[in-house]
């Protein structure tokens, strides 16, 4: 009776074994590394955190299916940063430190939450990339050392967006007049500003520059003054999907012959489920979104197959990619010191799925150009359509439904 229990449970155990091997990795072994993602689960920016942690999750999945880190399976941990209010983030940095993370791979904190960083000798890779934390930077490398911006800086955009808009899609502009509509949100007034200076700087006038607080839905005053002026072009500079809507609701009942710019916003896929048709005819751009090549659309393939739904156009593949970044500099450091890290990254450029990653040893921002270009997008028939990558057409501009030639 003892040799045929025994048999059975042999049996038995052997069927665990033969399951637990083929459901996991070999290097399930070993300890976890664990990475830190402090992102936003809930407030504004939960719509945004949802793909933020999309991103990392395919990348972590496909690194323990080929074997891990250093032999070593990735672990995530998370930690909710809310509305990226500084005591927020703080608390989200020393959660995650405190559970000995590795590294900390993050969106964005924003500033000056994002400083908070500053304060762990842990690796941080997000895509903040704003003008003030690259000042703090360069005041004090030391503090610092640890930071790296998967991205240029956001005034890039500005400039980038005008342009882009001035001289190069077939639109003849009625005169030269823009208007700025912004949420007094550092990330977004930056932009806002420097696309006032590069504006006035090319000899156009500012007709209005309003700055609003988060959450924002009345624009009637704006609006107002935008139809006594009939500007150009109007530049949204904020994120919050519902703001976007008022504004756009708004705007539409009586358009002006303006193009109409958004920043971000139209890269979260709510925005296309929110706006519907009234999305068609808005320019935006990004610095990091996945290229139309082959591996930029093999990304979008997998994130398919994996999620079932369409990645949105940047934060996925630009989470994706920062975690390839780290675990690179891991496999060429050979070891998780992270001064050895930090340093094998600004070494070896990472090519990924938005494009080639060389890190500046200036500010350790990834550099922005033909290796990691800017993307400008257009909405046209409820599809974001890629017009062109730096200075390069890839597609066709269409007059927004609104303006009338």
């Not at 069927?15 to 637990?20: E, F, K, R, S």
């Not at 070999?26 to 793909?51: F, R």
């Not at 070891?335 to 990472?350: E, F, G, V, W």
Request: hydrophobic fraction near 45%; charge should be negative.
């Amino acid at each position: 009776m003892k040799t045929r229990l025994l048999a059975i449970a042999c049996v038995a155990l052997a069927a665990v074994l033969v399951v637990v091997l083929l459901a996991t990795p070999a290097c399930v072994k070993q300890p976890a590394i664990k990475l830190g993602v402090p992102y936003p689960m809930t407030g504004p920016y939960a719509a945004d955190g949802v793909e933020i942690i999309a991103g990392v999750t395919l990348a972590v999945e496909e690194i323990n299916a080929q074997g891990g880190l250093l032999g070593r399976p990735l672990e995530v941990l998370m930690a909710d940063t809310k509305a990226l209010a500084p005591e927020d983030v703080d608390a989200a940095a020393k959660l995650l430190a405190q559970q000995g993370v590795e590294v900390f791979i993050a969106g964005y904190a924003n500033y000056p939450a994002c400083l908070t960083f500053g304060k762990y000798d842990i690796l941080y890779l997000s895509f903040d990339a704003n003008t003030a934390f690259r000042r703090d930077f360069l005041a004090d490398r030391e503090e610092y050392w640890n930071v790296f911006q998967v991205g240029g800086v956001e005034a890039l955009h500005a400039i980038n967006a005008f342009e882009t808009i001035t001289k190069r899609p077939p639109y003849h502009p009625p005169n030269k007049k823009a208007a700025i509509v912004s949420v007094d949100a550092p990330y977004f007034s930056t932009i806002a500003k420097a696309f006032e200076k590069v504006a006035t700087e090319g000899g156009w006038e500012i007709v209005l520059h309003k700055l609003h607080p988060w959450g924002t839905t009345e624009f009637g005053a704006e609006l107002a003054k935008i139809r006594k002026e009939n500007p150009s072009i109007i530049f949204a500079s904020f994120m919050d999907v519902a703001s976007v809507r008022a504004f756009m609701d708004g705007f539409l009942r009586n358009p002006t012959q303006s193009i109409v710019y958004f920043e971000y916003a139209p890269g979260i896929p709510e925005f296309l489920q929110v706006l519907g048709d009234s999305a068609n005819g808005i320019v935006w751009t990004i610095v990091l979104a996945y290229l139309p090549n082959d591996r930029g659309q093999a990304f979008v393939q997998r994130f398919k197959e994996r999620l079932r739904r369409e990645p949105g156009f940047s934060t996925p593949s630009t989470l994706y990619d920062t975690v390839n970044i780290w675990a690179q500099g891991v496999r060429n450091a050979g070891s998780l010191d992270q001064r050895a890290i930090a340093k094998a990254i600004l070494a070896n450029p990472y090519e990924g799925v938005n494009g080639k990653y060389v890190f500046s040893p200036e500010d350790q921002y990834a550099i922005s150009g033909d290796d990691l270009p800017i993307h400008f997008v257009q909405i046209q028939n409820g599809k974001q359509v890629l017009l062109f990558l730096e200075d390069k057409p890839q597609a066709k501009f269409q007059t927004p439904p609104w303006i009338k030639l």
